[in-house]
């Protein structure tokens, strides 16, 4: 069962608007969240990340917020430009016994329209 | 400074043939990673390796087995491929456990095909 999802597959949205990607969690013994940016034929980048006690972590245009209560987090994007379309995945951290695991969720396109 | 390079990058096989993919690291990591990701699935956990001469399982660990011989290389091998792991195959490498967020940086991923 998907431990990490992304229910919308894809995004349109204007530049210089902001843009809100969402992602849902089913386990609390996540401790860190992160957002990667992949584009065609390129392996994913690491983006921003914000740590299972925080509820907010911004990086320039991008601010990560995370409701614990709620299992939910959302990357905003402000302003969104062209070069922000690509594919977005929500990934979370588990540690067990044997290192470190990555769930991931199913991406979001992003489509960003000049 | 090449960070994450994956060999080779297309392959097409035959049910039944074998292969290896190879994953390099040049930024001295101790943690790699391989994950596929299929349409509508996301990237899934292969297996994983936290040092050298360690693996372990991850969510899909099933026909394929790994190696991490030396610390800058991850083997990922496929015994008698099938159909179902036509797939793109992503490696990936981050620091020791505990290390922030661990984020992970990704090579730029294999084409599978199996027919």
């Known amino acids: 069962d998907q431990q990490v999802k992304q229910n919308s597959p894809s995004l349109s949205v204007q530049e210089g608007r902001i843009s809100i990607l969402n992602c849902d969690y089913t386990n609390s013994m996540f401790d860190y969240f992160l957002w990667y940016k992949k584009y065609p034929a390129e392996g994913p980048t690491f983006l921003i990340s914000i740590s299972s006690i925080k509820d907010k972590n911004e990086d320039g245009r991008f601010t990560v917020f995370l409701n614990k209560s709620a299992k939910h987090l959302s990357l905003h994007i402000v302003p969104s430009q062209p070069g922000d379309s690509a594919v977005y995945f929500c990934a979370a951290r588990l540690i067990t016994n044997t290192g470190n695991q990555f769930y991931f969720g199913t991406g979001t396109s992003l489509t960003v329209i000049p | 400074n090449a960070g994450v390079t994956q060999t080779p990058k297309f392959r097409v096989l035959k049910t039944g043939q074998s292969m290896t993919l190879l994953c390099a690291q040049d930024m001295n990591h101790e943690y790699m990673y391989w994950y596929r990701q299929d349409p509508g699935m996301g990237l899934r956990l292969i297996h994983y390796?936290?040092?050298?001469?360690?693996?372990a399982k991850g969510e899909v660990p099933d026909g394929y087995n790994v190696s991490r011989l030396k610390k800058q290389n991850f083997l990922l091998g496929l015994e008698s491929a099938a159909p179902s792991q036509t797939s793109v195959y992503f490696c990936?490498?981050?620091?020791?456990?505990?290390?922030?967020?661990?984020?992970?940086?990704f090579g730029p991923g294999t084409r599978l095909t199996v027919l």
């Open positions: 990936a490498s981050s620091y020791r456990a505990g290390e922030a967020s661990g984020e992970q940086f």
């Open positions: 390796s936290v040092g050298e001469g360690t693996t």
